[in-house]
């Protein structure tokens, strides 16, 4: 590692290190080396009580309350009962790769564990940085109008032929639209209002990141693992009479 450093640099060293004799050592009287010890767990004995009393109790800190929000799910793609005790509702980019992770390693789990007990609504949130994440939104929804929005959505997020226009004409084919009425929806763009909407609506409720949750008003960020909303779903459930 010192071969790293320029030689004049190593040479200030080795001067600094002659300044100071070594037999300097033997002036230090010797209960100095008694008395550090003592004063050392002394100030760490007194540092435990001063900073130790500071804390909040267990109780006190688990008390916080889990922040909530209100967002509508009108006109959104669900799936799972109407009635379920448990709405999840994910804000999401079909181009984000952490929401492409935590849709192959944790959606289809929630749904697997929770069966009848879950609604699961997708809504938009294109980020700025994701040129394709409103056209993929878009393509998603014409599905729908056949539809096919959650095999198209899972397509989106496999990516098997990636994004853009011709991906799109892909997945549709390879769930058997009608290409035509597939196409002439897309060169629409009759959903742009709406997902445009959906991106407002996530900023006024606080949520500028994806992949965003809000489990019945509980907000989740991030592509968190299945034990994080096993969690909050369980205490949900638990507090339902």
């Not at 001067?15 to 550090?36: D, E």
């Not at 008003?217 to 459930?237: T, Y």
């Amino acid at each position: 590692m010192l071969s790293r450093f320029p030689d004049s640099g190593k040479k200030r060293y080795n001067a600094a290190m002659q300044i100071t004799p070594h037999s300097r050592r033997n002036r230090v009287s010797p209960l100095v080396y008694i008395l550090i010890p003592i004063a050392f767990f002394l100030g760490l004995g007194g540092g435990y009580l001063v900073w130790g009393s500071s804390q909040p109790s267990g109780a006190a800190a688990g008390a916080v309350p889990a922040r909530r929000v209100t967002v509508s799910t009108d006109g959104q793609p669900s799936i799972g009962p109407a009635d379920a005790p448990i709405t999840i509702v994910e804000f999401s980019d079909y181009q984000c790769p952490y929401c492409q992770l935590w849709d192959q390693q944790v959606y289809q789990q929630l749904l697997a564990s929770y069966p009848n007990k879950l609604r699961f609504v997708y809504r938009d949130l294109p980020l700025p940085m994701h040129a394709e994440a409103i056209p993929a939104a878009e393509a998603a929804d014409c599905a729908g109008d056949q539809g096919a929005y959650w095999k198209y959505h899972d397509a989106l997020f496999a990516q098997q032929y990636g994004l853009g226009r011709t991906a799109y004409e892909h997945y549709a084919a390879d769930l058997g639209l009608d290409s035509k009425a597939f196409a002439a929806c897309l060169d629409s763009r009759r959903y742009l209002s709406k997902i445009q909407a959906n991106a407002t609506d996530a900023a006024s409720a606080g949520l500028d990141s994806t992949p965003s949750f809000v489990i019945n008003g509980r907000v989740l960020i991030g592509a968190l693992p299945f034990s994080d909303f096993k969690a909050v779903i369980d205490e949900e459930l638990a507090a339902k009479p």
